[in-house]
């Protein structure tokens, strides 16, 4: 079993940056891919990004590319998001997952292990 424990979330105002923190303990050999998914009031879970530890690939998101920015130390077993220019449409709960498949995918059902998410809110 993996536990997730995210921290970093904060109310901001637009054009502002947050830095997220994911920091996964107990069965971390299994992990091959952390992520991050954002799920704002009534909508549903989306993708954000990802990272592969293999060979640090990542992945991210079209609405956030550009402004965001995954990395992670590998060691630690903890990843980071780095989010840059924030807009009210950011507003979300930000939740870090892990995943044991080899390449990274943006589907919910690939990720196994979900942290508790932390409230990030930009107003204008």
């Known amino acids: 079993q993996v536990l997730l424990v995210e921290s970093g979330g904060e109310s901001v105002q637009a054009g502002g940056s947050l830095r997220l923190s994911c920091a996964a303990s107990?069965?971390?050999?299994?992990?091959?891919?952390m992520g991050w998914f954002r799920q704002a009031p009534g909508k549903e879970r989306e993708f954000v990004t990802a990272i592969r530890w293999s060979d640090g690939s990542t992945y991210i998101a079209d609405s956030v590319k550009g402004r965001f920015t995954i990395s992670g130390d590998k060691a630690r077993k903890t990843v980071y998001l780095q989010m840059n220019s924030l807009k009210p449409e950011d507003t979300a709960v930000y939740y870090c997952a892990t995943s044991q498949f080899r390449s990274i995918g943006t589907s919910q059902e690939l990720y196994n292990s979900w942290g508790q998410g932390t409230q990030v809110t930009v107003s204008e």
């Open positions: 107990g069965r971390t050999f299994s992990i091959n891919v």
